[in-house]
């Protein structure tokens, strides 16, 4: 390694490509790979990206920053296409920073130069209980809560919402004008959802800044879709092979990227659309073609291919089980989805996409905070199956699985996981974790049935 030169703007520059630093204007929470491969990405393509340079700070491990710190930024984005890989240097991440660097949180959040806020920091940040609003019962929440309502913007939260709440203080009192707060995580409606909980934040801990609210910020709801597998270290020892440098930090994602957007940026953005991006009147159908028909997929796949022994959803799809599991899932899905969005040619792309061998999307990654992502991805189709008077075979069979993973302890860490496991701790387990995901299902004896018997199947190795 000592031979093959460390990836850097210097490193860049002295191959004649361009490395400059750009100006920050937007700041970015949850410095993982989607960031990198998909927000990160969009910006450095844009016509005008290099006039917003982003400030990223890690959502909790500081792992990632000290990689990427000494790289100034830099990274590879390695697109695996099924036909090969096409390498690129992104230079569009102007600092790094770690989850606890409060003061670098405050002070750009307060600058006149900030133009736009992006999340990554998965369903489970977004601190928002069942039916919207903040999830004060959450232990983190309400140690911020404690915390802002006794120190104020001398407070150092760890939730997303409380830093949130603390950077806009910040920025009011420092009178430096509205900015757009964009969260990109998986949540119908995510920029209502981040909008409820910070207000409800602010209201019980900043009052001041929860009246100013509407002047102060602006949430905009995406869709986001890029999948990208974890980061193996196979994958530094490519692209020192391509590219002729040591990168500790790569990310591997696959050539199809989407980004759909809804809302007012009332200091401005970059010109995303440049770069593919589309910007709509209405996100909703958008985010529940993509909720449902990828996510809520890629949810089944992990618990019921986990449960037939597999690694990652190439893997999977392979299983002719998981795969007609898969076809039934879409055929309930599709009937709550507008017709102009085409959503069987969408389920035909995917079948392409989730067949790409060379994107190693592992199912553990995958099935982490099963709880949150099930509650948005299979709960309301299941749902509106049921009100129309049909089974909900294929919602049914994606509960079923998760129950039966959970207890056998086969899924990746949820953030909710007490919630599973008075679940799966109760007299009727099976009807307790669908209570955790709808109300209105766990009362519902004909889908509980229908649970029950996916989870029974799992007990006879039928599965």
């Known amino acids: 390694m000592s031979e093959v030169p460390r990836l850097s703007r210097g490193l860049l520059a002295a191959r004649g490509a361009p490395a400059e630093v750009a100006p920050v204007r937007i700041v970015h929470l949850g410095l993982g790979a989607f960031h990198r491969a998909h927000q990160a990405w969009y910006t450095a393509l844009a016509d005008d990206g290099g006039q917003w340079g982003i400030a990223a700070f890690t959502g909790r491990s500081a792992d990632i920053a000290d990689r990427l710190r000494p790289q100034q930024g830099v990274y590879t984005l390695v697109e695996r296409g099924r036909d090969g890989d096409r390498m690129q240097a992104l230079t569009g991440i102007s600092h790094v920073h770690t989850a606890d660097d409060h003061a670098a949180w ?14 990554t920091v998965t369903e489970a940040g977004y601190a928002s209980r069942l039916g919207g609003g903040l999830d004060r019962a959450n232990p983190q929440v309400a140690s ?27 920025r009011r009192r420092r009178g430096s004008g509205p900015l757009a707060i964009v969260p990109c995580d998986n949540l119908p409606g995510n920029g209502e959802v981040l909008r409820s909980a910070v207000t409800e934040f602010a209201a019980q801990a900043l009052p001041d800044l929860a009246r100013a609210l509407p002047e102060t910020a602006s949430f905009v709801s995406t869709s986001v879709d890029r999948i990208t597998p974890a980061v193996t270290d196979r994958l530094g020892a490519e692209v020192r092979e391509a590219m002729g440098w040591w990168d500790a930090a790569p990310v591997a994602t696959e050539p199809f990227s989407d980004w759909t957007l809804c809302g007012r940026f009332p200091a401005g953005r970059p010109c995303w659309e440049s770069a593919g991006a589309l910007f709509v009147d209405d996100i909703e159908p958008y985010e529940l073609r993509k909720l449902w028909l990828l996510n809520g997929a890629h949810s089944m796949l992990a618990c019921l291919g986990l449960l037939r022994g597999h690694a990652t959803i190439a893997d999977a799809m392979d299983d002719r089980v998981c795969a007609e599991a898969i076809r039934a899932w879409w055929a309930d899905a599709v009937r709550h989805l507008d017709p102009a969005l085409h959503a069987d040619h969408y389920c035909s792309a995917l079948v392409e996409r989730f067949h790409n061998p060379r994107i190693e999307h592992r199912l553990g990654q995958i099935s982490r905070d099963g709880l949150a992502k099930l509650t948005v991805r299979i709960a309301p189709v299941a749902v509106r199956e049921r009100r129309a008077g049909r089974a909900a075979g294929g919602g049914a069979q994606a509960v079923g699985c998760w129950i039966a993973a959970a207890g056998e302890r086969l899924l990746g860490e949820d953030a909710r996981g007490g919630g599973v496991q008075r679940a799966l701790s109760a007299a009727d387990p099976v009807r307790a974790m669908v209570a955790a995901l709808d109300a209105s299902l766990a009362a519902d004896d004909g889908f509980v049935g229908a649970v029950r018997g996916w989870v029974r199947r799992r007990g006879a190795a039928e599965i």
């Open 144 to 170: 911020d809560l404690s915390r802002v309502r006794i120190d104020g913007i001398a407070a150092r939260p760890v939730t997303p919402v409380g830093r949130l709440v603390v950077g806009l203080e910040h």
């Open 106 to 119: 405050a002070r750009l959040l307060a600058a006149p130069t900030t133009s736009v806020v992006t999340l």
